[in-house]
């Protein structure tokens, strides 16, 4: 079955600092979602990527699918405290356009002021 | 983004009772929800994708009578978990698919405690 890894599972940075996360898949990925979620709470959709090599930005994040379609990365630019929380990359699962996604297993992001 | 809203968002309830959750669609109408679950500090896990109109379809190892999944609208979709033991406590979360397929929005989510 298809599986995605997320690296780090956390990470503290220091308030401006630039940090990636990365989400790998053992198959190949068909629509690739970032979400960011605080504790507890519903998840927020960031963005999506469907094609190889692509790559797309809002604000200060930037998210990148590789040409082989298997890895994606996610970068935040000069981090805030308000980018604290988890971000779960999700996958369309399968080939198939059926809208089920499966999850990573979050990556936990503290800014220290 | 469209809305998807969620009620309750907390709920605790005893040991064998049942307890519904509903799912709705704000601002645009949903065929397809689908339901989750997060157990703390663990990703989200596919339950079931439910279809208005029709039966749901449950992942492997999800006990279809023990979360019955009703869609009776277009933008609403209800989750009861029946006789509820504490292993049930969770976060469960839904999420329904807007004009296309590429377009997944989710609730906010609801607790349930099972004492």
């Known amino acids: 079955s298809q599986e995605l890894e997320q690296s780090p599972q956390s990470l503290i940075v220091q308030e401006g600092k630039n940090l990636t996360i990365n989400c790998t898949s053992s198959?190949?990925?068909?629509?690739l979602y970032w979400y960011k979620q605080k504790y507890g709470e519903g998840l927020i959709f960031l963005m999506m990527l469907q094609k190889g090599g692509e790559e797309k930005s809002h604000e200060k994040i930037t998210a990148k699918l590789d040409e082989k379609k298997q890895q994606s990365s996610l970068h935040i630019t000069a981090s805030q405290p308000s980018h604290a929380g988890i971000y779960l990359c999700g996958a369309a699962h399968g080939s198939g356009n059926t809208g089920k996604l499966i999850f990573g297993q979050g990556t936990t992001l503290q800014v220290k002021p | 983004g469209a809305v998807v809203s969620q009620h309750p968002s907390w709920v605790i309830c005893k040991s064998g009772t049942s307890v519904k959750i509903e799912c709705r669609s704000l601002?645009?109408?949903?065929?397809?929800m689908f339901w989750y679950r997060q157990f703390p500090k663990q990703s989200l896990m596919l339950m079931a994708t439910s279809n208005e109109g029709s039966k749901a379809t449950y992942e492997q190892g999800v006990e279809k009578d023990k979360f019955l999944i009703n869609h009776a609208s277009l933008t609403l979709s209800t989750l009861t978990v029946t006789s509820a033991h504490p292993e049930d406590s969770s976060f469960y979360i839904c999420?329904?698919?807007?004009?296309?397929?590429?377009?997944?929005?989710f609730g906010p989510g609801t607790r349930l405690t099972v004492l």
């Open positions: 999420s329904a698919i807007g004009r296309k397929y590429n377009e997944q929005f």
């Open positions: 601002d645009f109408q949903a065929t397809t």
């Open positions: 198959k190949t990925l068909y629509g």
